[in-house]
């Protein structure tokens, strides 16, 4: 950096002037950048300058004096205090302030260095742990001994209780199965086996077990990652899962569009198809016949709006033995009524989990293989349950607040009352800390700021799919929901309005702009009706079709939508929009909305994600299934799913008018072009079949399961001490926090609570 401002002194002085010139304490990156391109007026000097590498997960501090251009590194800690002083300096100052320091407990934990691994735990430990026992082979062959399914010992029983006597085993039974055909199922040599120590769990045939023999013959040789990796995806370690989704409404119909009720319910209800499929895959594959059980684990809602979510027990459609399980909130009062907003949830977690604990323990005769946590509150209520079962516990760390609202981490005491921020980083913090692993949609979701070490071999990304039964391909004829036809051709084009739908659309020539989410501030569904509203071109050359929340401001109890519910219809009339423009309510059955982004393909359409920040983003490969030339948010996850210009563009929804030519550009090329559309539509396709499908999700997921379960086993000691500091840290700061939060919302007040 010296180097730089140095060779281009004037420039650079120029630049920073401006920075200070806006009076601003704190400047985003984006802004920074965008002054900087300012500054520059050399084409070269400037593209040189503007070539950023960037080294996801290493940070560099450094002071730069605005006058004389010096330039000092400080550190991490110089930096963050720096910056809180900006906001409470009574408080950045204290000497004494309590600090937390997680990473003393880790000291034997293997770290990633490179960039470039960051995301790919499983691979890493894979390694790691080949070294680690190729010193010492004592703990795999313990944990062996140990496996059992409902009872039964499985791979060996304790008679091979030395390596050297498991290694002669292996070789036995090689040598034996070698010389069956290929396909004698495990059952005809079961007995053979037992003579030798060896129980269920190599194979379903004689073909299976050899190379699962084998496989662990050449671990136990000489450890190597893949064959670790491979041998562990082969073991018989789970096979009941709970998943723990707990706010919002939680169920198949009718839900979605509700608060807080959005993609982590079609992503949990999508996972638990795939990984019971994988499950029943692997288990058959294993020779066994265990009943695999999962479990979603969500809130009993009594007064549920007539949704079912005040039900306790309801199969998941499309499985064999997956269910919901709803357990209510209660207070010593009594038995919570009403819904109540995500971000007022924490008084209710504690007793929560205990009564979760309990039913899920009855319904499953017994303790889970695995417990997975959703959100802030799934999390935190996986990792007390977890913890005190000691059973491996996965976080799904998506879709967390601290990301979406902008500057939440310094400005958290002025959003508190409104959001608990407080509560909700702090619990954050205790879940990802007890955690076993870590799964993230994407790269950014990790590489971001989560404010956990990046290097900790416990992040994973396995990226969610979208259920290809119900969004394919526009041009797949023969399998649409030609059904859905006259409904749709309503939703889009009927001239009436009402409660379903306000404005209309005169040309139906024109393609469609179509977007769909949840009325959140940070989708950002009004921005883009704005920038449509403002840009004549495009309005010229489109129709903008948003499906998005509730159209009247009584029926909503959501305080972010009934802002953003207003901000719509002075929209609406400040840029006449009606004529051009058709707002939907949330719409909630999938299989229609699948065949909705089909008929905005049909016009020749988009879909746009204009999100200020998303996660993941789980519309956007609806679309692009679908065969939807895609325009996605270069804010959090679209911008990994969609590579720009080739698969799809990304927009900066803090330029809404670069966002609208960006668009409007792309549809006067079409106009020019026959094949431009389907270029964009086929790509698109082509991106989801290679990196986003549900199968390979479950595949990752399971695998993780597995090997991490071993890892605690092998780092039980280090893991019970993080365990202690962690539970001193939820007793003593987390449930003061809880004790002394406001609930805006007053959904503790007596009214909503039941005897
Ligand atoms: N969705 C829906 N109806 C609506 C709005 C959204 O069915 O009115 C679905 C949408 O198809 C997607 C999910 O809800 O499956 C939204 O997921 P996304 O990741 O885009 O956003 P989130 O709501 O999770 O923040
Ligand atoms: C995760 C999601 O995917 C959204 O749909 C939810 O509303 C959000 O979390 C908060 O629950």
Redesign the pocket.
């Known amino acids: 950096m010296p180097e730089a401002l140095r060779q281009n002194r004037y420039q650079m002085k120029r630049c920073f002037a401006r920075y200070v010139s806006r009076g601003k304490r704190v400047v985003k990156n984006q802004e920074l950048i965008e002054e900087l391109e300012k500054s520059m007026d050399d084409k070269i000097e400037k593209s040189k300058l503007m070539e950023v590498r960037p080294h996801p997960g290493i940070w560099e501090y450094v002071k730069v004096n605005s006058d004389d251009l010096s330039v000092d590194g400080i550190s991490a800690t110089e930096y963050l205090k720096f910056k809180e002083v900006i906001f409470d300096e009574k408080w950045a100052k204290d000497e004494n302030a309590l600090e937390i320091d997680f990473g003393v407990f880790d000291r034997s934990t293997p770290r990633l260095t490179l960039p470039s691994s960051i995301g790919n735990g499983v691979h890493f430990l894979a390694r790691f742990l080949s070294t680690k026992l190729s010193e010492n082979f004592e703990p795999l062959l313990d944990y062996l001994i140990a496996l059992n399914g409902r009872g039964e010992n499985l791979m060996i029983n304790g008679t091979l209780n030395t390596v050297n006597k498991l290694q002669t085993a292996l070789l036995l039974a090689e040598v034996f199965v070698s010389g069956l055909q290929k396909n004698t199922p495990f059952q005809k040599f079961e007995e053979r086996f037992e003579e030798w120590g060896l129980e269920k769990g190599w194979g379903e045939n004689a073909e299976r077990v050899k190379d699962t023999l084998n496989c662990l013959s050449e671990v136990l040789q000489a450890p190597d990652p893949v064959n670790m990796e491979k041998f562990f995806s082969r073991l018989p370690t789970i096979f009941n899962i709970v998943i723990f989704s707990i706010?919002?409404y939680f169920g198949q119909a009718d839900v979605l569009g509700l608060p807080?009720?959005?993609?982590?319910?079609v992503?949990i209800l999508d996972q638990v198809r795939a990984l019971e499929e994988e499950l029943l895959l692997r288990i058959k594959q294993q020779g066994l016949s265990v009943k695999p059980q999962i479990l979603v684990v969500t809130r009993l809602i009594p007064e549920s709006g007539g949704t079912k979510c005040n039900q306790e027990l309801e199969p998941i459609l499309d499985t064999k033995h997956s269910h919901i399980l709803r357990i209510p909130f209660k207070t010593e009062n009594g038995v919570l009524k009403n819904w109540v907003s995500?971000f007022d949830i924490y008084p209710y977690l504690e007793r929560y989990a205990r009564d979760a604990s309990e039913k899920i323990q009855d319904h499953l005769e017994g303790k889970p293989d695995l417990i997975i946590g959703?959100?802030t509150d799934g999390n935190l209520v996986a990792s007390l349950m977890a913890s005190k079962l000691g059973v491996t516990q996965g976080t799904i760390a998506?879709?967390l607040e601290k990301t979406k609202y902008e500057d939440s981490d310094i400005k958290w005491k002025e959003f508190d009352p409104k959001y608990h921020f407080l509560c909700q980083f702090t619990a954050d913090m205790i879940a990802m800390n007890s955690a076993d692993f870590i799964i993230t949609s994407t790269y950014q979701e990790i590489a971001g700021s989560s404010g956990i070490n990046v290097f900790d071999p416990k992040f994973n990304i396995a990226s969610p799919g979208a259920d290809q039964s119900v969004y394919f391909p526009h041009t797949q004829k023969q399998k649409r929901f030609t059904d859905f036809h006259p409904v749709i051709e309503d939703l889009l084009y009927s001239q009436v309005e009402n409660d379903e739908h306000v404005g209309y659309l005169t040309d139906r020539k024109k393609p469609i702009i179509f977007s769909m989410a949840?009325l959140d501030t940070v989708k950002n569904i009004s921005g883009l009706t704005e920038w449509y509203g403002k840009s004549k071109k495009l309005r010229e050359l489109a129709n903008l079709v948003v499906v998005a929340g509730l159209l009247d401001t009584a029926k909503s109890k959501d305080r972010e939508e009934i802002a953003e519910i207003k901000k719509m219809y002075s929209l609406i009339d400040r840029y006449q929009l009606k004529g051009q423009f058709r707002w939907i309510a949330a719409q909630t059955d999938r299989y229609r909305n699948g065949e909705l982004y089909r008929c905005v393909a049909d016009s020749k359409g988009i879909f746009v994600q204009p999100a200020l920040y998303e996660?993941?983003g789980?519309t956007v490969i609806e679309a692009m299934n679908c065969g939807l030339p895609t325009f996605a948010t270069n804010q959090g996850g679209p911008a990994e799913i969609v590579v720009d210009g080739v698969s799809g563009f990304h927009i900066n929804p803090s330029n809404g008018e670069e966002a609208s030519s960006k668009i409007a550009d792309f549809f006067e090329k079409c106009r020019g072009d026959g094949s431009y559309w389907h270029k964009y539509s086929t790509a698109g396709l082509v991106r989801i079949y290679e990196s986003y499908t549900w199968k390979i999700y479950a595949n990752k997921a399971l695998n993780m399961g597995s090997i991490y379960n071993f890892w605690r086993q092998m780092n039980r000691e280090e893991k019970q001490a993080k365990q202690r500091y962690i539970q001193m840290l939820y007793s003593l700061h987390f449930r003061n926090l809880v004790r002394t939060m406001q609930s805006p919302s007053g959904a503790t007040s007596q009214s909503e609570i039941t005897a």
Not at 260 to 265: I, K, L, N
């Open positions: 706010h919002g807080d009720t959005g993609g982590q319910v992503y995500r959703n959100y998506h879709a949840r996660a993941f789980l």
